[in-house]
Every structure is written in C-alpha cells, then in structure tokens.
Nanobody
C-alpha cells in the first residue's frame, strides 16, 4: 500500500510560480511512474505531467514550457514546478503512482491562480 501526500498548493497571482511536492511512503518509490493530474469541478481529471523511473518525462501541451516535473528518489518525493501560472491552471492537483499493481492517488492540493 502506497500513501501519497501532496503539499505546496495555494493562492498565487497570474504570472507567478508554485512548487508542488508529493511525498510517498509504503512502496519502492524508484520503481513507480509518478504523475500529476488536475481537476476542476464538473470536469474530468486531466493529465499534467509524468516522470518514469528512468527519468523520462511527458507533459500535457497546455503546460509544456511552463511546468517541470522532477523526482528525488532519496526523498521519495516528486515535484511539480509551475511557472508563468495562468487563471486556467486553477484546479485541485493530484499525485499518482503507477507500478505493476494498482495505481495510487493522493488527496490533492488546491492551486488557485488569480487574474
């Protein structure tokens, strides 16, 4: 059983930056593909970025060039650096761990970007 705890959300003005963190426990962190998703009320949860155990990354087109995902396997933590934030980035951001078994989700952290 893997537990994921996100932190770092908050209120920021458009053009600002935030760094989200997701701390994992209960599994072999380095084996997991770690991802960030986001969701706004009334819409489906959408993919933001992921980072594989190899370190390779993928990004949604909407965040390319503004967001950077990284991981620190010594701290069992994945990060999402968000720069040049826009009002449309406002959402609850969720961390996800994908391995050979079931996927695990965190409880989410709210990001609000004021325009």
């Amino acid at each position: 059983q893997v537990q994921l705890v996100e932190s770092g959300g908050g209120l920021v003005q458009a053009g600002g930056s935030l760094r989200l963190s997701c701390a994992a426990s209960g599994g072999t962190f380095s084996w997991y593909c770690m991802a960030w998703f986001r969701q706004v009320p009334g819409k489906e949860r959408e993919f933001v970025a992921d980072i594989r155990s190899s370190g390779s990354t993928n990004y949604a087109d909407s965040v390319k060039g503004r967001f950077t995902i990284s991981r620190d396997n010594t701290k069992n933590t994945v990060y999402l650096q968000m720069n040049s934030l826009k009002a449309e980035d406002t959402a609850v951001y969720y961390c996800k761990a994908d391995g050979l078994g079931p996927a695990y989700w965190g409880q989410g952290t709210q990001v609000t970007v004021s325009s």
